[in-house]
């Protein structure tokens, strides 16, 4: 986790409207799907991620229950994020306890509002960077599918995550990201 922090810096998403100057994780969140587990910043293709990833929490506190958001600042381009924050995943009320076994995925025990959408970047648009922001909620705090926004394709852009955020008391605790690309994307370096 001691990588984490620069990692966020260096794609200018700390500070950020989603992740404060002033954040410090006191979780370690783990993304694991079939092929890969992205961390840092680490690139990944669609076909990598087209399945619901496997989320495991440690050092976890005496929080109650999180809030687990996959969210995309970069929608549709990086160059013109025009529906930023892309709504992917988001799972309340995930317990504490759940974090007990590394192996589990934490996601199952909660309440998932809105279903996990794989990313799915076009090759010519370069990678974006997907945020899986892992927050503590308020004792007795519950919410229902439609206090998310809808499930269709176009109900998920434009995402007000930090209203979100703010307007229900959650606390960050945990991030962790990812750069996404499409299956043909060439990077300019020899990435991937």
């Known amino acids: 986790m001691s990588s984490l922090l620069p990692s966020l810096k260096s794609a200018s998403l700390l500070p950020s409207p989603i992740i404060p100057a002033s954040f410090t994780p006191s979780v370690d969140l783990t993304i694991t799907f079939p092929t890969i587990s992205p961390a840092e910043g680490s690139l990944a293709r669609v076909s990598d991620v087209a399945q619901q990833p496997k989320i495991s929490i440690s050092n976890s506190d005496s929080v109650q229950s999180y809030t687990l958001l996959l969210i995309d ?3 549709p381009t990086p160059a013109d994020p025009k529906f930023s924050y892309w709504r992917h995943w988001v799972v309340i009320n995930i317990p504490s306890t759940s974090s007990s076994s590394s192996s589990s995925d934490v996601t199952e025990n909660g309440t998932t509002l809105t279903p996990y959408l794989a990313p799915g970047p076009k090759d010519e648009s370069g990678p974006h960077r997907y ?19 809808g499930v269709e394709f176009v109900d998920r852009r434009s995402f007000k995550a930090r209203e979100f955020v703010e307007g229900h008391g959650l606390e960050l605790v945990g991030v962790q990201w990812m750069r996404g690309v499409g299956d043909g994307w060439v990077g300019d370096k020899g990435e991937l």
């Open 73 to 75: 600042p970069d929608a």
């Open 131 to 149: 945020l899986f922001l892992l927050f503590k909620e308020k004792d007795g705090w519950s919410l229902k599918k439609e206090d998310v926004g």
